[in-house]
């Protein structure tokens, strides 16, 4: 009887006389014990700390560490602003940060270097590291990044050379500009105590290429930024390359000449990365190759259910294979999950935050041990100072003009999206247990075929575990472009480990609730006491007291439970019947002497939980780290609720309450399509982050101008454009009105199958446009000590 017949039949069963639904995981029968194989990677820095790079993970100063990398394009988000938005990230549990450095927005001119205001790299260095936070540069040449020919400038295509090859002609160029940047990071590179501990070398070479800016419309065939050799095999966007790639091996040796280029400039780092997705050119032995997964592509002409939420080996078959690289040979990295997307103006689809989660708890269990989202923090592309009144946006693949929003769990105005929190449970967790997992190999069911995108029966899991038998289980019960998930209900899971099987739960089963995912540990140990499963998921744990308090939570409709090892424990070993909150602490007895404390909170508890300074921080407002706490923001609720723990009330809830403030504003419509609003605002105060314009609004596409000059752009996604006047306050306090102009919404777009049903109007007298009730949201602000 095969594997998936018995599922099937079990979950049958399970229905109907409520007996679970068995699922096995065996160990390996034999571990591999050769020890990881160092590469060629890694360095020292000035203080004495220490990175190294093996096949399999990252180590720093000898301990194994999983990376969570954060993108977040300096060159689109106001340079006064940047310090908070590091905070912001470092909050979310970000602590590594990536960014492009676009070649066409420094030297726009050729010959003409521009490393000023919102494009000062140095600048945004010394904040990273005034907040702890690591770097890696991605240097190009070329980027793709939405922006205007893939970062490469308009003056280069003047040239008599062919881009992104070994030409003479362009590396000449391209070693202008890594010398550029190699003086701009000077100082602040890892091994002289910078934050700048890695580097990644071009992008999608020999995969992708962005289209050059004078594409016109309708032409089938588009010129694209690619070597004359690679204009047959490059594609729009990522994807399995199903070409063959004639000329290999000078895409290998161009990177490899990058590399060696970036470190004659200078550029030396811990780290070295290329993209190595769809059968791209890597730098063998040299450079990580990252992968990539994107649930909601808008390049791709069919919109599926992707392979993105389930489980597989990721060390045996990366995402978007094949690849040219032998992938057990790295640390698998997941450098560029698309938990949101750029929509462009004929795709708009809605990314679910719960398929976010999906995403990366599922490269969790398939070997990741580097986690990293494109985008995490939007942002606004800059206009060009050609004179032209162009912009740097790539607008021959039909992205806004300015919003590079993504969808990210930070958008373009550092305001959070929905998969912000639920991404940060998972980053809490790999924190404070990131060591255990890291070494840690996958294992899949003996016959993992029954798990597809379009089975949303049976169970989608898989394990991480050590030889000791140790591990954790990691669970999705969610999928993208799917309405028809259910709670899946009786589950049992068999673990088969040498000498010993655990039964998750021991008895009866669990549910897993419809667009969840979970990960929950098996024989984990607690300082000495022996955890056999749970059913909750680890959160983090603190230093309480003298002894250590471990947190978990676990969804709604699901029942947590606690089985320890009675050997290991002393007095009672088994908790169940407990209701999360912080009312369930419970303590256990090891046999060592030591007490441990475990709390389980309600999932919304979960959500707004985050460590700072040794201590549990839970609160709804968004929390900007500062070196003696935190910073709170609240959208238009002067009132702060949150809990420190511990500390001497134990829970108990603080309040702090602010100033209410009254925004003036006034609202001109005597014009059809176009409205303008003038402000009146009170004078900031260090209880006001910023002032926010919510424009709720139905229709195609939305500008908004000042002073003559458009300033932001939107296109229709049936939410209200929420903007951030702080960046405009200089023209606002001069009088200087926002003017907006909308296309109205017609029945005939190609994008409605992309917007929720609820949101879209009778169109029946199409074109129809609709403006609510626009107001101005302070964001208020209290400081907090921790």
């Known amino acids: 009887m095969s594997k998936k017949f018995f ?13 679970p639904a068995v699922y096995e995981i065996n160990a390996p029968v034999e571990w591999d014990n050769n020890a990881p194989v160092c590469l ?3 360095g020292r820095s000035a203080y004495g700390d220490s990175i190294d790079v093996n096949s399999m993970y990252v180590s720093r100063n000898g301990v194994p560490v999983i990376p969570v990398m954060g993108e977040f394009h300096y060159c689109r988000y106001p340079a006064g602003q940047w310090e908070q938005e590091i905070q912001k990230m470092k909050a979310g549990g970000i602590n590594l940060l990536s960014t492009y450095v676009f070649w066409n927005l420094h030297e726009e001119k050729e010959g003409v270097w521009n490393w000023y205001g919102n494009l000062d790299l140095r600048s945004f260095l010394k904040l990273c590291k005034k907040n702890n936070m690591e770097v890696v540069i991605r240097i190009g040449p070329f980027g793709h990044g939405e922006i205007r020919s893939g970062g490469l400038p308009d003056w280069i295509f003047a040239k008599n050379l062919d881009v992104r090859s070994n030409d003479a002609a362009y590396l000449r160029y391209v070693e202008k500009f890594y010398s550029q940047i190699a003086g701009q990071i000077s100082g602040y590179l890892f091994k002289d105590g910078g934050p700048v501990i890695g580097c990644q070398i071009e992008n999608e070479h020999q995969h992708s290429a962005a289209p050059w800016y004078v594409s016109y419309p309708g032409e089938e065939t588009r010129d694209h930024t690619a070597a004359s050799y690679d204009k047959g095999i490059t594609k729009v966007g990522v994807s399995v390359q199903d070409a063959k790639i004639t000329r290999a091996e000078l895409g290998t040796k161009h990177m490899q000449t990058l590399l060696q280029m970036a470190k004659n400039a200078g550029i030396i780092t811990p780290l070295y990365t290329a993209t190595g997705w769809g059968n791209a050119a890597v730098i063998p032995g040299e450079a990580i190759p990252v992968t990539a997964g994107y649930t909601y592509p808008t390049w791709s002409a069919k919109q599926r259910r992707s392979n993105f939420c389930i489980f597989k080996d990721l060390r045996k078959q990366p995402d978007y294979s094949p690849v040219r690289y032998d992938p057990a040979a ?13 929509i462009v103006y004929d795709r708009r689809p809605i990314c679910q935050p719960d398929v976010a989660e999906a995403m990366m708890i599922r490269c969790l269990g398939g070997g990741s041990n580097i986690i990293g989202y494109y985008m995490y923090h939007g942002g606004s592309t800059p206009r060009m100072n050609n004179g032209t009144g162009d912009f740097f946006s790539d607008q021959p ?10 969808q990210a769990p930070l958008g373009e105005f550092g305001l959070e999206a929905p998969s912000f929190r639920l991404l940060r449970t998972i980053h809490s967790f790999l924190d404070d247990f990131g060591d255990r997992l890291a070494p840690m190999v996958t294992v899949m069911p003996d016959n993992a075929s029954f798990m597809t995108p379009d089975n949303c029966n049976d169970l989608r899991y898989a394990a991480r575990m050590n030889s000791r038998g140790e591990g954790f289980l990691f669970l999705v019960n969610s999928q993208d472009h799917d309405s028809d998930r259910h709670d899946q209900t009786g589950l049992q899971i068999k673990l088969n480990i040498e000498g010993d099987t655990v039964m998750v739960p021991g008895n009866g089963g669990f549910t897993l609730p419809k667009n969840t995912s979970a990960i929950l540990p098996f024989n984990f140990d607690m300082d000495g006491a022996c955890l056999k499963y749970a059913i909750a998921q680890p959160l983090m744990k603190i230093e309480d007291n003298g002894s250590r308090h471990y947190f978990f939570f676990v969804r709604p409709g699901m029942k947590p439970e606690y089985l320890f090892d009675k050997t290991t424990v002393k007095g009672r070993y088994k908790f169940n019947n407990i209701t999360p909150g912080f ?4 303590q256990v007895k090891t046999n060592n002497g030591k007490t441990i404390t475990i709390t389980t909170l309600a999932y919304n508890e979960a959500l707004n939980a985050t460590k700072i300074n040794g201590k549990l921080l839970i609160t709804k407002a968004t929390v900007v780290l500062q070196p003696h706490g935190a910073r709170l923001l609240s959208m238009g609720n002067p009132e702060f609720e949150y809990v420190v723990y511990p500390s001497v009330s134990g829970f108990k809830k603080q309040v702090s309450k602010v100033t209410e403030v009254e925004p003036e504003f006034a609202i001109d419509r005597s014009v059809p399509l176009r409205m303008e609003v003038s402000f009146k605002m009170p004078d900031r105060s260090e209880n006001v982050n910023e002032y926010f314009l919510s424009v709720p609004y139905i229709g195609d596409v939305a500008m908004a101008f000042i002073d003559g000059e458009m300033v932001l752009d939107n296109f229709w996604q049936g939410r209200p454009w929420i903007i951030g006047l702080d960046r405009f306050s200089n023209k606002i306090q001069q009088g200087k009105p926002m003017g907006f102009y909308f296309r109205p919404l017609r029945k005939d777009v190609p994008y409605l199958k992309d917007i929720p049903e609820k949101f879209i109007p009778d169109l029946s007298g199409s074109p129809v446009l609709e403006i609510g009730k626009v107001d101005i949201i302070p964001q208020y602000a209290v400081e907090i000590d921790i």
Request: proline content about 5%; charged content about 10%.
């Open 7 to 19: 599922a099937i039949l079990s979950a049958a069963i399970t229905s109907v006389v409520g007996y």
């Open 40 to 42: 060629k990677m890694g």
């Open 330 to 342: 790295y640390p698998s990295a997941s450098a560029e999950m698309g938990v949101g997307i750029q």
């Open 397 to 406: 693949m039909g992205v806004p003009k300015i919003s590079y929003d993504f």
């Open 583 to 586: 009312n369930s602490t419970f």
